[in-house]
């Protein structure tokens, strides 16, 4: 699985946009990446995932890079309850053994 | 409706005890795994059962056997409990297929040895 690199914090204000990036310049054609979150004392939660295109679902957005060497996680309007540790995961779909491979992560901070 | 759910969810036990952690999914899912948190925050995979047979197992000691007894369980048995054991332990699961589906995470079992 290709190696990523996230900014270890970063805050946010209150109903403003986070936008969290991840560089992933080593990632391979059949690679996705992914991204999910843990909020504190709580199990990893998904939030999104892309290939090539750009994504959206009710939690956020993805943004992937034409040549697929980085992306950004766009949390539209963050709230106090988007405060955790946003993982960013580079892996291929049918991956052995279909394991995530968590690096440190970014640790945001929704500020009021 | 809890997806995936562990029990319990606290663990304080000696050294040199056994203890058992339980994990159960109602997804409807085929392949189950285990995650360690350490303290550092750190999560890493343990081991990755697909129907009931063993995946992965990512250089775990043999004192950690999980056990399978049917898709929706994946069971962690630890023998012989080392203060190192310490950790949050986290049960998932996902369906695996053609697609890259995501894993769903239990809330996790915060294990202490003492």
């Known amino acids: 699985d290709a190696k990523t690199t996230q900014p270890p914090s970063m805050d946010c204000a209150e109903g403003r946009a986070a936008n969290l990036p991840c560089n992933h310049s080593t990632i391979s054609g059949n690679e996705y990446v992914y991204w999910y979150r843990q909020i504190h004392s709580q199990g990893p939660q998904y939030i999104i995932h892309?290939?090539?295109n750009n994504e959206t679902n009710e939690m956020a957005s993805l943004i992937i890079t034409e040549d697929r060497k980085s992306s950004t996680l766009i949390l539209p309007h963050a709230t106090l309850r988007d405060t955790a540790v946003y993982y960013c995961?580079?892996?291929?779909?049918?991956?052995?053994?279909?394991?995530?491979?968590f690096g440190g992560g970014t640790r945001v901070l929704v500020k009021p | 409706d809890t997806a995936v759910s562990q029990t319990p969810k606290y663990l304080v036990t000696q050294m040199g005890n056994d203890k058992s952690i339980k994990c159960e999914q109602n997804l409807g899912h085929d392949t189950m795994y285990w995650y360690k948190q350490d303290s550092k925050k750190f999560l890493k995979i343990m081991f990755s059962y697909n129907n009931k047979e063993l995946i992965i197992n990512e250089t775990v000691p043999n004192r950690f056997s999980p056990k399978s007894p049917d898709k929706a369980h994946l069971n962690l048995h630890i023998n012989s409990l080392e203060l190192g054991d310490s950790a949050v332990y986290f049960c998932a699961s996902s369906q695996v297929g053609q697609g890259p589906y995501e894993q769903y995470f239990g809330p996790g079992t915060r294990l202490t040895v003492t």
């Open positions: 995961i580079v892996r291929a779909a049918k991956a052995a053994g279909n394991k995530l491979t």
């Open positions: 892309g290939l090539k």
